[in-house]
């Protein structure tokens, strides 16, 4: 991206996800840090996510507890696909990032995931939380395992440096 989302936008984006899921799944949405803390500097916790616990250098072993997924285009993604965990993938068309939002719509194609936008009333959004194995691992193998992919980041490489 190319500019920084304004935290008013980004805030309210998240607000209205978590608390549709809360409601719909009536568990709590755990917030799980980027491993680098590089990319987190723009906001405060507090401010972006209000009460909701952050927590730092859990990713893999949270993913692997969860019964779903909440994501943008992270590499979390992977890590779900990797323990077959069923996904919702949230956007905001407040943040409009078309390069982003093409990538976001490819994975929720190739992975028959959940899409939710979070500009949207979602009154009659429902979680879908089968997994269709033959397209998670379809995704494994076309995108984590292959190192001729142009994935910036191979998963093994992330696992190393950042788990």
Do not use: W
């Amino acid at each position: 991206m190319n500019k920084v989302p304004k935290l008013i936008d980004l805030k309210s984006h998240l607000d209205n996800t978590f608390n549709k899921i809360e409601e719909l799944t009536n568990i709590e949405v755990k917030i799980l840090a980027h491993p680098n803390p590089k990319l987190l500097k723009t906001y405060n916790y507090s401010d972006l996510y209000g009460n909701r616990k952050v927590y730092e250098n859990k990713t893999v072993e949270l993913i692997k507890k969860s019964k779903l997924i909440l994501s943008d285009y992270s590499t979390a993604i992977n890590f779900a696909v990797l323990n077959y965990k069923p996904l919702i993938l949230m956007y905001s068309n407040q943040l409009n990032y078309p390069q982003y939002q093409k990538m976001l719509i490819a994975n929720y194609q190739l992975l028959n995931a959940n899409l939710f936008n979070s500009d949207e009333i979602n009154e009659n959004f429902k979680i879908n939380y089968d997994v269709n194995y033959k397209k998670y691992n379809s995704f494994i193998k076309l995108f984590i395992n292959n190192f001729n992919s142009a994935n910036k980041y191979k998963t093994s490489k992330f696992i190393k440096e950042y788990c």
